[in-house]
């Protein structure tokens, strides 16, 4: 870049707004990351909670389905009584101008709309325990989601404060130098230059 920008105190200037420009976009960045970096250890930390309860969550769940199963034979028409749930609501939330997910599951009161006189307790349990799970299921994906989104986010950024840092700022550095140098040595000459002409006046 040096050899092709023409040595003026204007591209002098320009340049030094731009290395200016330059560096406060490389502290952002690279502040940018951090928050985005500490964000993703926190919900690294919730889905390990998380996977630990929907575990033990679905083993419960799969256990009280196939008591009920065992007890009832087929389930298949107390599980058609139970209505579509459109619990789950899905929005978003902004970290440094990265959209992440926040799934909502809204609270709803469990109603049992199967007949009790041919169903037994286990199916009401299965039941409980997959409306936890389906509590559980939402917070990891939001969770899983959330992490994934983040960590593009923080590839892009570290890519971005890499081609500051390594590239645009030594090139704006380099053409500073350039032009700074050039300028003095035109300032040089100049002086060379007019210290030879007051001296051929005065020998005239």
């Known amino acids: 870049m040096a050899q092709n920008v023409f040595p003026t105190k204007n591209n002098l200037i320009n340049t030094k707004k731009s290395l200016k420009l330059a560096k406060v976009g490389y502290d952002l960045m690279d502040r940018k990351r951090s928050i985005l970096v ?9 889905a390990k909670s998380v996977q630990a309860q929907i575990g033990d969550c679905y083993k419960e769940a799969y256990a009280a389905l196939s008591r009920a199963v065992i007890e009832m034979g087929d389930c298949t028409e107390a599980a058609q009584c139970i209505p ?4 789950v609501e899905i929005s978003s939330r902004s970290v440094m101008g990265v959209e992440i997910p926040t799934v909502t599951v809204k609270p709803t009161e469990l109603k049992l709309y199967y007949a009790f006189s041919n169903t037994s307790e286990s199916i009401d349990i299965a039941y409980q325990k997959f409306n936890d799970v389906k509590q559980l ?3 990891l994906a939001e969770i899983e989601s959330s992490v994934c989104r983040l960590a593009d986010a923080i590839k892009k ?7 500051l840092g390594n590239i645009m700022i030594p090139k704006f550095e380099g053409t500073i130098k350039f032009i700074t140098n ?15 002409i007051k001296t051929t006046k005065k020998e005239k």
């Open 38 to 46: 500490r964000e993703v250890m926190s919900l690294m930390d919730d």
């Open 84 to 87: 579509i749930d459109d619990s």
């Open 137 to 139: 299921t939402a917070k």
């Open 157 to 163: 950024t570290r890519k971005r404060s890499n081609a």
């Open 182 to 196: 050039a300028l003095e040595e035109k300032e040089r000459e100049d002086f060379s230059r007019l210290k030879v």
